[in-house]
């Protein structure tokens, strides 16, 4: 069994910065991709950003130029650095995993983080 455990969430005002971390544990597991989605109040759940096994990056438009992605050294673990953030920001994030696991595709979420933007 995966888990995915996340970090970083909180409250921040418009222009600033935060960063979600989100790291992944359990056995026998290979990773394809990880991501984070947002899903704010009475909307659906989106894609912000995520990254493949290679290193391949794909962003929504909305944090284009203002968001990173990136994984760390262990490759388990992912983070989403936001700056510049706006109020509309605000959102559960939650962190996703893709893989491989006893041969079978599956796929993982996080708990969520809140992320707060005041104006």
């Known amino acids: 069994q995966v888990q995915l455990v996340e970090s970083g969430g909180g409250l921040v005002q418009a222009g600033g910065s935060l960063r979600l971390s989100c790291a992944a544990s359990?056995?026998?597991?290979?990773?394809?991709?990880m991501g984070w989605y947002r899903q704010a109040p009475g909307k659906q759940r989106e894609l912000v950003a995520a990254?493949?096994?290679?290193?391949?990056?794909n962003y929504a438009d909305s944090v284009k130029g203002r968001f990173t992605i990136s994984r760390g050294n262990a490759k388990n673990t992912v983070y989403l650095q936001m700056n510049s953030l706006k109020p509309q920001a605000t959102a559960v994030y939650y962190c996703?995993?893709?893989?491989?696991?006893?041969?079978?595709?599956?796929?993982?979420w996080g708990q969520g983080t809140l992320v707060t933007v005041s104006s």
């Open positions: 996703n995993l893709c893989g491989i696991i006893h041969s079978n595709g599956y796929e993982v």
């Open positions: 359990g056995n026998n597991f290979s990773i394809n991709g």
């Open positions: 990254i493949t096994s290679s290193g391949s990056t």
